[in-house]
Nanobody
């Protein structure tokens, strides 16, 4: 099973940028679709972004399109989430997740992801 550790969260002001990292160990990520999810206090976990194992396909929730970019470096076994123009409503704990897939595809359904990190807090002040 792949182990995931997120980092890069913090407290920022609206309009600022942050880059989250998700470092994997135990398995190579080269055959895993990866995703980022978030959960705000009192709310359901929400899909944010996903990337196929080759990196050629990405998918975003509408609320972050044009502001967030998911990327991966399989040589470093790491996935990133570049977040620009942050808004207070982006405040949440952000989780990365891995899904072993047969094909080079994006996955956005949480139940398909078998491995999860512990999360990193992102707080955006107005």
């Amino acid at each position: 099973q792949v182990r995931l550790v997120e980092s890069g969260g913090g407290l920022v002001q609206a309009g600022d940028s942050l880059t989250l990292s998700c470092a994997a160990s135990g398995r190579t990520l080269s055959r895993y679709a990866m995703g980022w999810f978030r959960q705000a206090p009192g709310k359901e976990r929400e899909f944010v972004a996903a990337i196929s194992w080759g990196g050629g396909a990405t998918y975003y929730v509408d609320s972050v399109k044009g502001r967030f970019t998911i990327s991966r470096d399989n040589a470093k076994n790491t996935v990133y989430l570049q977040m620009n123009s942050l808004k207070p409503e982006d405040t949440a704990v952000y989780y990365c997740a891995a899904a072993r897939t047969r094909y080079d595809e994006v996955i956005s359904t949480a139940d398909v992801f078998g491995s999860w990190g512990q999360g990193t807090q992102v707080t955006v002040s107005s």
